[in-house]
């Protein structure tokens, strides 16, 4: 089984900072990775898929990168519903995801 | 409209059974997998494993693999998660969601259609 490890578990920032969040693999997972953002009471939204596109609707301010065990989402630019817990997902071997992220208001 | 629908809230008691349902609607159900996703009080995202409804193919993530079944009704559209006996530790509220490309290959497995959940209760 692949683990994700996200990190930080918090991330405490103010609107209109840089979010930059981590995802590392104990494997490689090629760029067989995907992000996703949830807020409280509502389902997971995909916004990064194969490390670095973007989902259809997906602001520009968003952005992955990475391949092999090291991945990370960005966010240029944080707006105030960026605010929520983001989660890496690999689906290099079966799928898993990682512990999650949270951006919270600084 | 292209949606997942999932089954009402249940409230069991432990050694009690349950299946909950999720129906999708607006497109080809036979041609994309449904995967099924628990979410704890409090916590992560847990994938539990995932069934392509085209012939009924299941993949168990190991850490559920004989806690639960995953089953599909092609004719209905309509992808099931079931319990023999439920604990208190299934408390949760369970996703069922599907892939944002048809076919079978695995290649397309990232969700981007998502249902609004099931919230199951154990408790005596």
């Known amino acids: 089984e692949i683990v994700l490890t996200q990190s930080p578990a918090t991330l405490s920032l103010s609107p209109g900072e840089r979010a930059t969040l981590s995802c590392r693999a104990s494997?490689?997972?090629?760029?067989?990775l995907a992000w996703y953002q949830q807020k409280p009471g509502q389902a997971p939204r995909l916004l990064i898929y194969?490390?670095?596109n973007r989902a259809t609707g997906i602001p520009a301010r968003f952005s992955g990168s990475g391949s092999g065990t090291d991945f990370t989402l960005t966010i240029s630019s944080l707006e105030p519903e960026d605010f929520a817990v983001y989660y890496c997902q690999q689906r290099s071997n079966l799928l898993t995801f990682g512990g999650g992220t949270k951006v919270e208001i600084k | 409209e292209v949606q997942l629908v999932q089954s009402g809230a249940e409230l069991k008691k432990p050694g009690e059974s349950l299946k909950i349902s999720c129906k999708g609607s607006?497109?080809?159900?036979?041609?994309?997998?449904i995967g099924w996703v628990r979410q704890m009080p409090g916590k992560g995202l847990e994938w539990m494993g995932i069934?392509?409804?085209?012939?009924?193919?299941?993949r168990y993530i190991p850490s559920f693999q004989g806690q639960v079944t995953i089953s599909a009704d092609k004719s209905i559209s309509t992808a099931y998660l079931q319990w023999t006996s439920l604990k208190a530790s299934d408390t949760a509220m369970y996703y069922c969601a599907r892939p944002y490309s048809s076919g079978y290959s695995g290649s397309y497995w990232y969700f981007d259609l998502w249902g609004r959940g099931t919230l199951v209760t154990v408790s005596s």
């Open positions: 069934i392509y409804p085209g012939d009924s193919d299941t």
């Open positions: 194969d490390a670095s």
């Open positions: 607006g497109y080809s159900f036979t041609n994309y997998w």
């Open positions: 494997q490689s997972v090629s760029s067989f």
